[in-house]
């Protein structure tokens, strides 16, 4: 059964970095997200992903965020300069219908 | 933009007997409403869903259930395993032609054996 993946499972940088966080979605899907959960809370939006733009953000994604479609397969976060509250998993889901699927996660640490 | 409320915040029950989870939603326009189970360091896994145009959905020992006029639904488990435990999250989505998920703040579920 096709799957989301995430790289990588584990990223540790410090604050003021840039991280990019890389996803590949299923194949035939057409709406990608991001998602974060902070350790022991909810998940949360952070943006949608449909027709090579964004189409709906959340007051998270602001200015420090960007994401892209670079080629066919790849789904891209990048978090321009970290800060400590950025320390979180981050999921990737993508969907054709309702049902969103959702990759692994990349825990990111921020030092 | 779309609020949900999920109760309680952690649940423990005996092996065998049923677990249920409740939730609300504020947005009337939400559509979609699935459930997801999440296991320790894994990612959400969706277990059940219904839309709005159904008032319940079963699927072996796991049911979802939606009343459209008090904005709420449930998820029940019967005949509960200790493989049930897990941290257990709704959502809703779909009002005015959206398609990102509002999750509530998740129920732990410990099933005793």
């Known amino acids: 059964e096709p799957e989301v993946t995430q790289t990588p499972s584990h990223q540790v940088t410090q604050m003021g970095q840039e991280v990019i966080l890389r996803c590949v979605p299923i194949?035939?899907?057409?709406?990608f997200y991001w998602y974060r959960q902070i350790l022991g809370q909810k998940v949360e939006f952070l943006v949608s992903?449909?027709?090579?733009?964004?189409?709906?953000k959340s007051e998270i994604f602001d200015d420090q965020f960007s994401v892209e479609r670079p080629d066919g397969s790849n789904f891209t976060l990048k978090i321009r300069s970290t800060k400590l509250e950025d320390s979180a998993m981050y999921f990737c889901?993508?969907?054709?219908?309702?049902?969103?699927?959702f990759g692994p996660g990349t825990r990111l640490t921020v030092l | 933009g779309e609020n949900v409320e999920q109760h309680p915040s952690t649940l423990s029950v005996q092996e065998g007997d049923s677990a249920v989870i409740k939730c609300t939603y504020s947005?009337?326009?939400?559509?979609?409403f699935p459930w997801y189970k999440q296991e320790l360091g894994k990612r959400p896994q969706l277990i059940i869903d219904?839309?709005?145009?159904?008032g319940e959905k079963k699927d072996q020992r796991i049911a979802v259930t939606l009343n459209k006029t008090a904005k709420h639904f449930s998820l029940h488990i019967t005949e509960t395993q200790p493989e049930d435990s897990a941290v257990y999250f709704c959502?809703?989505?779909?009002?005015?032609?959206?398609?990102?998920?509002?999750f509530g703040k998740g129920t732990k579920l410990s099933v005793i054996p």
């Open positions: 889901a993508s969907n054709l219908g309702n049902e969103q699927f």
């Open positions: 194949s035939n899907h057409l709406y």
């Open positions: 992903f449909y027709n090579n733009e964004i189409s709906e």
């Open positions: 947005d009337s326009a939400s559509n979609y």
């Open positions: 219904i839309r709005s145009n159904v």
């Open positions: 959502a809703a989505t779909g009002g005015a032609g959206s398609y990102q998920l509002t």
